[in-house]
């Protein structure tokens, strides 16, 4: 049995007038927590104190969720990213699992890592005042000056859809901790100097994937699309992506309507569906 401290119970928030979803340039802390009033409606927010790690709350959970439902945690014991890579969450950090309703078919499901980017990079925009530095890294990268600042992380849980999130807000991982060669990581505080809290921050991301997920559920993947291919890093240049052992090296031309990485080699044009990049 997984004991689970809880700290807010479910619930669903309308939406009202009152603060807006980004503003000026912020410096120095931004830690308490205002009220609701930008909580997408029909979205369900948990917040647990500790939990072994929220996509492990979320499989346990999907199956008595009745809609779309923010699982946020504010320690996790046993946190993990891809292919089950553990993932360093200290104090302050953000972690959270989004369950998401879905009927989609697998191919179609991995598109939200795209909708979950745009909404990390318009919550960091929201949190920071700043644009400039913020790149968008395929497949499910978030880069902040270079250094990876965020990941996304999907699982299907029969009808429903985790989309795991971790963003390094006051801390991150040593470059000796990440795999060789990979981008080192970075956070919020050491980058721009602002100290954001948890809370604060599920809420801007909250309202933000909500709107970009109306957007692909009205006008499909094409402008989700073309919005993340403007925040792209390194389009244009020269990339590799591994898979396993096996390695392709080409520019970076573009994402495919599929969101394969799509690189122009000495061999030809070749559409790649999963991969680690490294530049």
Not at 72 to 82: L, V
Not at 199 to 219: C, G, I, K, P
Not at 238 to 245: F, P
């Amino acid at each position: 049995m997984v004991t689970r401290q809880w700290r807010v119970a479910l619930f669903f928030a309308p939406r009202c007038a009152g603060r807006g979803a980004s503003g000026g340039s912020l410096s120095g802390k931004m830690k308490e927590r205002g009220v609701l009033s930008d909580w997408p409606l029909g979205y369900g927010r948990q917040v647990l104190a500790e939990v072994d790690s929220t996509m492990a709350e979320a499989a346990r959970q999907a199956g008595s969720l009745t809609g779309p439902t923010w699982i946020f945690a504010s320690h996790q014991t046993a946190a993990r990213g891809r292919r089950g890579r553990p993932w360093v969450n200290p104090q302050g950090n953000f972690a959270a699992t989004l369950v998401l309703p879905t009927t989609d078919a697998a191919d179609r499901r991995a598109l939200r890592s795209f909708v979950a980017a745009l909404a990390l990079f318009d919550a960091l925009v929201a949190v920071s005042g700043r644009v400039d530095g913020l790149a968008l890294k395929w497949p499910n990268d978030v880069l902040l000056t270079g250094g990876k600042v965020a990941g996304i992380l999907l699982e299907s849980l029969g009808p429903h859809l985790a989309i795991g999130i971790g963003v390094n807000l006051v801390a991150a991982p040593e470059a000796s901790e990440v795999e060789p060669g990979a981008v080192a990581p970075v956070s919020v505080l050491s980058a721009l100097g602002v100290e954001v809290g948890p809370e604060v921050f599920l809420d801007m991301l909250a309202s933000a994937f909500a709107r970009h997920e109306a957007q692909m559920v009205n006008y499909g993947f094409g402008p989700i699309r073309e919005a993340w291919l403007a925040r792209a890093a390194r389009l244009g240049e020269v990339v590799t992506a591994r898979m396993g052992t096996r390695e392709v090296t080409g520019t970076f031309e573009t994402v495919d309507a599929e969101g394969r990485i799509v690189l122009n080699t000495a061999e030809g044009r070749q559409a790649i569906a999963a991969a680690d990049i490294f530049f």
